[in-house]
């Protein structure tokens, strides 16, 4: 079955801090593309970053950085030095075995992410 | 300008009334869905179209009936009104099934 688990429901910082957002997925497909999106107070949802399963390798966007590894099943997000802004709902999410290109995804349930001034 | 149009924002109803959501991209793309955000913020996917066309009916009831006029247009009617729908409604598009979603504001339905 497809799933998606992002364990921390809630993670509160303190600006300046490093936080680590799991995410753990499982699925069948040997081919796969995994997303995280971001939802802060205001409500709408962004898009964040999007990773073939072929490309292994570590991304960096300014203070944002994802560690994808295939054989834990596990696509982590790294905010280095938080600040008051990266305060949100982020998302993890993969579509489900066999959807084709449907573009239907399977969400994780959300870690909220609470950072301190 | 705004990639993903919806309107209302907000929308109150009582029970057993029929409402509709309005959702316009202008990203050019061919697909298109609706999203629910529950009380909880566990999103599910109710409906994708393809140039029009229904592509995921994800086991909806019946009184939820999308219609895409056009590729640009996806629109969302629910009839008879219950307190469990409700929730935010996203719509979203997105060029291809594999490419990122672009998702509207939400409408925050509230069913009293």
């Known amino acids: 079955a497809q799933k998606v688990t992002q364990a921390q429901t809630e993670i509160s910082v303190v600006e300046k801090e490093d936080v680590t957002l799991d995410c753990v997925y499982e699925?069948?497909?040997?081919?796969?593309?995994l997303f995280w999106y971001k939802q802060p107070p205001s409500g709408e949802l962004v898009f964040l970053i999007r990773?073939?399963?072929?490309?292994?390798q570590n991304e960096i966007s300014g203070r944002y950085s994802w560690n994808f590894q295939k054989s834990t099943s596990s696509f982590n997000f790294t905010i280095t030095a938080s600040q008051v802004v990266d305060s949100a709902v982020y998302f993890c999410?993969?579509?489900?075995?066999?959807?084709?290109?449907?573009?239907?995804?399977?969400f994780g349930q959300g870690t909220t992410l609470q950072v301190k001034p | 300008d705004t990639a993903v149009s919806q309107t209302p924002k907000y929308l109150v109803t009582q029970m057993g009334n029929d409402k509709s959501i309005k959702c316009e991209q202008n990203?050019?793309?061919?697909?298109m869905y609706w999203y629910k955000q529950d009380s909880k913020k566990f999103l599910k996917i109710m409906f994708s179209?393809?140039?029009?066309?229904?592509?995921i009916n994800e086991t909806v009831p019946n009184r939820f009936s999308p219609k895409s006029p056009d590729k640009a247009h996806l629109n969302l009617h629910i009839n008879s009104l219950e307190l469990g729908d409700s929730a935010v409604y996203f719509c979203?598009?997105?060029?291809?099934?594999?490419?990122?979603?672009?998702f509207g504001n939400g409408t925050r339905l509230t069913v009293t």
């Open positions: 999410a993969l579509p489900p075995p066999g959807s084709g290109n449907t573009g239907k995804l399977i």
């Open positions: 699925t069948r497909d040997t081919t796969y593309y």
């Open positions: 979203a598009s997105s060029q291809d099934g594999n490419s990122p979603l672009h």
């Open positions: 179209y393809n140039n029009k066309e229904l592509i």
């Open positions: 990773r073939n399963s072929f490309d292994e």
């Open positions: 990203l050019g793309h061919d697909t």
